[in-house]
């Protein structure tokens, strides 16, 4: 049964901000903690006060309702403050991608037609750079951290001393615009998606409760930033619904960062990508803690002790990474599958109900289908196309017309995501609509061969791709990441083909194995396998065997 907004008793008049911000507060937790950011602590007291500010001070810059504010801020309760602040005045945050380049930056603004920006210090360079005609919708320019006042831009701190503690909040509706999330435009530019007061309560309620089950007691930890549609369900609308603790962390996410605020902060709530576990795992025991699950970890290793369950998103989670995380930390993790236009998670694995390799099953309130390319429904066990059907999924995409009815069709959204479903009900992976191969007549799902693959000692990260023989038939061909103690010989290429054959048919072996020193991803930990298919053509380019 599909959850709407409705049937989850979300008012018609209904402000975002105020359900995640001010209910907290009048609810009795304001002096509960709700950020720990290095060694700032944050109450929901404060957080109220410092939204009130941002809304307030925004509305004294001439911030109209539905007015577009960019947030290019790291992550740190600036943001929070900006992001709440902004959408309780009735005004559209639409947070930043911080590892983009100006000319991502100078299309979003010209996209947008924002009249706001709030950015990070060391980013305003990149702003800076960007040629003033094509950032003339931006009246103001807002510096958060150290930054002095000059004729293009305010520091955040004389903003927000300018502000009042108390902001009335715009009666909005449920349906109306509450905040825009840009796509990482690995296929082109990036694509605004429209979401809407409601879309964060349904995630909250069907994912952070349903599934996850957070409380008041957790603290949560994301790898993955608050820009990213995954980051901010995880480390802001989810533990705000329940007036729990998140952990911000501002810095980059490697491996020796993301254990050090695990071992300070204490998480029992904690997110990452595959690409993020891998690494965590590559990354040597020099903890102060002891490993929960066994395993054959020499010495001290890192304690993750508080964490009660892990989470993976972003791409398919290879059953060897889980198994390597779980015998080392004795940590389960569980593996889903969502989106920026649905907002969060809509299949998922449960809590004592993990099918290593599968992206689980559909989350309580959304229907997906599988449909093959004349939308006609596919038998059980065959590849097809995946349909999802939930409130959560974005209005539509912001100047994007065509896009947006090629993508969403009534209540259903075309993933773009290439799926097989089994009896008991669980969806696997089997790669995006432009990612699958015919091999010989017969497809084959490149992430079927990369999880074969990454049960391989030696394999730290792979993918695959096609790519045209002598003949010009299609035949896999993988790019493989090796762990520090490997070295990329002939001998090591055959043995991954053997090892991948004894595992799968025959023409799903790899026919080319290449070496690289790392693999191209999205800002999202994504695989970019157009850039692979590239290095596929001229495989001189590569170490190949």
Not at 210 to 218: M, P
Not at 228 to 241: C, E, I, R, T
Not at 338 to 358: K, V
Not at 393 to 408: D, F, L, P, R, V
Request: some cysteine; overall charge neutral.
């Amino acid at each position: 049964m599909i959850a709407t907004a409705e049937s989850v008793g979300i008012p018609e008049t209904f402000n975002a901000a105020t359900y995640f911000v001010d209910r907290n507060v009048s609810d009795g937790r304001g002096s509960r903690v709700a950020i720990e950011c290095g060694d700032e602590i944050v109450t929901y007291d404060e957080v109220l006060r410092k939204v009130n500010r941002f809304g307030s001070a925004l509305l004294r810059l001439g911030v109209r309702p539905e007015e577009r504010v960019l947030l290019l801020l790291h992550d740190g309760p600036d943001f929070v403050s900006g992001f709440f602040g902004a959408m309780k005045i009735g005004a559209i945050p639409v947070p930043l991608n911080t590892l983009w380049r100006p000319a991502d930056y100078e299309f979003v603004i010209r996209d947008s037609r924002a009249g706001v920006l709030v950015v990070s210090a060391p980013l305003l360079p990149h702003i800076e750079s960007i040629p003033l005609a094509s950032r003339r919708s931006l009246r103001h320019i807002i510096v958060a951290g150290n930054a002095e006042s000059t004729h293009t831009h305010t520091p955040l701190g004389v903003l927000l001393a300018q502000g009042a503690d108390e902001v009335e909040a715009e009666p909005t509706s449920r349906d109306a615009p509450a905040f825009w999330l840009y796509s990482s435009g690995s296929t082109g530019m990036p694509k605004g998606c429209v979401h809407l007061h409601h879309d964060m309560v349904i995630c909250a309620t069907l994912f952070g409760g349903g599934v996850l089950g957070i409380r008041s007691a957790d603290r949560t930890f994301s790898v993955a930033k608050l820009f990213f549609a995954y980051g901010l369900g995880n480390a802001l609308y989810f533990p705000f619904s329940v007036g729990a603790t998140t952990i911000l962390f501002p810095g980059p996410p490697t491996p020796q960062n993301v254990y050090a605020v695990i071992e300070k902060h204490r998480p029992t709530l904690f997110y990452s990508v595959p690409t993020g576990y891998a690494m965590m795992l590559a990354h040597p025991s020099t903890g102060s803690g002891q490993a929960r699950g066994g395993g054959t970890q020499v010495g001290p290793d890192f304690d993750l002790s508080s964490i009660r369950l892990a989470v993976s998103a972003g791409e398919a989670l290879p059953p060897a990474i889980y198994e390597r995380f779980k015998q080392r930390f004795g940590v389960d993790v569980i593996d889903g599958i969502g989106s920026t236009e649905t907002l969060h998670m809509f299949i998922s694995n449960r809590p004592g109900a993990i099918r290593l390799g599968s992206s689980g099953r559909i989350v309580d309130g959304y229907e997906a289908r599988l449909l093959d390319d004349d939308r006609r429904p596919i038998a059980e066990g065959e590849i097809g196309n995946l349909w999802v059907h939930g409130d959560s999924i974005c209005a539509g995409y912001w100047n994007q017309h065509e896009k947006t009815k090629n993508t969403i069709e009534g209540h259903w959204i075309r993933t773009g995501d290439k799926y097989t479903q089994d009896a008991d009900g669980y969806f696997w992976y089997a790669g995006r609509s432009d990612d699958m191969m015919k091999v010989g007549g017969l497809w084959v799902s490149p992430v079927e061969v990369e999880n074969a693959l990454m049960a391989h000692q030696a394999v730290l990260e792979c993918g695959v791709v096609g790519r045209e023989d002598r003949d010009a038939l299609v035949k896999p061909m993988a790019f493989v990441v090796l762990r520090d103690a490997a070295r990329a010989t002939p001998e090591l290429a055959e043995e991954l083909q053997q090892f991948v054959r004894q595992r799968l048919a025959e023409y799903k072996r790899p026919r080319w194995v290449a070496f690289l020193p790392e693999l191209p991803k999205t800002a999202t930990g994504k695989i970019q396998r157009f850039r692979l298919r590239e290095l596929a053509v001229d495989a001189r380019a590569v170490k190949t065997v």
